[in-house]
């Protein structure tokens, strides 16, 4: 049974709104889901209280998880500052693997058509790649998905006052899209067994720079010095 | 054995030459490998004779592989003209679900190393996406991809001279990222072949418009003409 | 007087329809247009006879401008094949300073909502940066951009039934965005005059590769040839 | 005298660095420079003494510019979350118009060479898109520019062991590049002089929502509220 982590950002409640759709589209389709919230950093003094229900998301629950969705409202065409401040936060367990060969999508709302939808889930979806997630876009393949105007990058939903105008339609292309990507993610669950042991194909090893990387900068959290990763914080 | 089919697009060589190492790296972790060229679309008259070595890729060529890499010079940030003909060309294929749940790679080249890698690849990602493609990017968390300064989202490759600097490393970086590529496109087996059957999870139905399609437009080519379907050629 | 140039691409003729709009509301607002077509290289033998009114976009046309207006269908989240032809083939210009103080807009169509508008203007405007161009898109500050769901990176369309479903919406937005769009264009006028010269402040010098380029690689289009461009073809 | 205001994040003290030195450019090509940095949330607590010294920015400093420049480290190919949480803390001025028509910049800075400093700029210039300013990308048409591999989008800088390795270089192709950004700018000053006057040729209105906006949300801080506005909070 694959295990889905939904995390969501929501001041205004229409991302807590989209996670619980979603979460019952994973049900349905037979998928085990979680869904948290990430902390919230900016109005952080006037999220609704429908939007702060969820739990704070932990690295537990992406331990736990075989697949990863990640939701958040456009601000000004990005993820807002609170997912990016979740991805900030867990760099250092992307760096070492932890994510490697999860399976990954990326969903986004806003206020307006084009405001942003398809800006946020590429860079969810670059934040997905960087983790070394298998990416599982919606794709233009898929009739149902496509009468939403449903994004082929990742779902995106344009909200009526706040809101998802149509939840009943939502929830059709959720589970019409979540039903391919339980799929994937069991097809994939072998091969993360394989990865987490450390000795089958697909393995990646550990990125961790070697001690002398805190000796050369001397601060106190070693994991989030700069190091032999590509991608590393600066 | 999976069946990775390499395409790319190369005028002056070092694409052509990418397509080779890449061959080479799939046989050595277990893939089957037919390399293919698109047809060269802009300054086709100074096509280099190592670049034309190759068959131009077909719809054959398409239907048989497991999983897809497409490699592309950057050309004022984007992909080649000649590579997004190559697309353009297999928009049906792509809405009637001809590659969804392939994997899909994307590659790029430049002479510089900010001339758009990281654009270029991010737009082939978007076109696996669209074709239901499972994208499988490189990761941060490799330590010998990022030995190369490989980009995270998709292999990138800096040219001197208008070759690839340094064969014996590029060919080690290919090596590693292709073992976890292949892992992941046979994992996937079971599911694409369910998907052809159209009876399984993960099934994604006929996105064909209906026969009023044509009529409304009345041109000799239907499968172009706008349809239902959310990325119409338009 | 603002000299504007609009050059699109369209098949089934609903860029040609933007096109003409764009024509009158830049006249509307005191500036002079020229509509000039990109040559379709996909389904070139089904464009239909509105879309092939205007002449194809030259040389000249793109000298003669102050300011440059790209259209584009999405083709798969990206700008067509034949778009795309048509910037690799002025490639040459674009290194040699050509397009340099050149305000520049992106605009985008596409048969349902999220079928890539955002994307192709993105792409389009990373063209106009990598020509040198000043690029004005039309932000979320205007409230009359707004009301038509008008992406805040650049001017989108979503098409019904192949056409612009209101046109006169279309004009509205179109004649408050290009009123800034061509008072931005006058603005610099002085600068484009002064880099023309290549004496004033803004300059930028000539970008062309020396001899040594030509012989090194020794075809016969030395202008497309690698040379110390940072954009090179390769 | 253009006044252009630098805007950085920095930890570990590059981008404090690069902001230096690009004051120094702007200084030596006749501009009036502030640098300012944002207020670091996550690791807030290892920000190096270096990376401390510059004043938090404010909104009085972002009135003042006639151009913005806004430079960020690459956080898993995005902008880091304290830039972000800048962003949105700001986005109701944007909305207001407050930065339209000013010059907008962005760089990067990423310690491997293809870590997101291209994905960066193109996120921060979508920002300055959502602004309403006006993008003065560096292009490709400057062999001074391209020697230092600079990225035709927005400048961006690889780092050796947290730092510009060579400043000298930074240094020339930064004055290079901020003597267009300069004119441009001080080209621009009688229209952004108009548009504050909200009486020229340019002018946006003011996109504030009406007052029944707060009476629908009921929430305290009714300039964050869903509004009129494309790209609003949700």
């Given at each position: 049974m694959a295990r889905v982590l939904v995390v969501f950002s929501s001041v205004f409640g229409a991302n807590a709104q989209l996670a619980q759709l979603t979460e019952a589209a994973l049900a349905s389709v037979g998928a085990q889901a979680r869904v948290r919230r990430v902390r919230e950093i900016v109005m952080d003094d006037v999220v609704r209280p429908e939007a702060a229900e969820a739990e704070i998301v932990s690295a537990e629950d992406l331990d736990w998880a075989d697949g990863i969705v990640l939701t958040s409202p456009s601000h000004t065409g990005l993820p807002s500052a609170s997912v990016k401040a979740f991805i900030d936060e867990h760099h250092d367990s992307a760096v070492h693997g932890t994510f490697v060969n999860k399976t990954f999508a990326a969903m986004a709302t806003s206020?307006?058509?084009?405001?942003?939808q398809e800006r946020v889930v590429d860079s969810l979806n670059a934040v997905g790649a960087a983790w070394g997630c298998v990416l599982v876009p919606p794709s233009t393949a898929d009739p149902t998905i496509n009468k939403l105007d449903?994004?082929?990058f990742g779902l995106s939903f344009v909200l009526s006052h706040g809101r998802l105008p149509d939840s009943e339609v939502a929830a059709e292309v959720l589970r019409e899209y979540f039903r391919r990507f339980t799929a994937v993610t069991e097809a994939l669950a072998p091969l993360r067994a394989a990865t987490s042991r450390g000795s089958a194909p697909g393995k990646v090893t550990d990125g961790a720079a070697g001690p002398a990387s805190g000796e050369a900068t001397g601060v106190r959290r070693p994991a989030h010095e700069p190091t032999t990763i590509a991608d590393q914080l600066n």
């Open positions: 206020g307006f058509a084009h405001a942003g449903g994004n082929p």
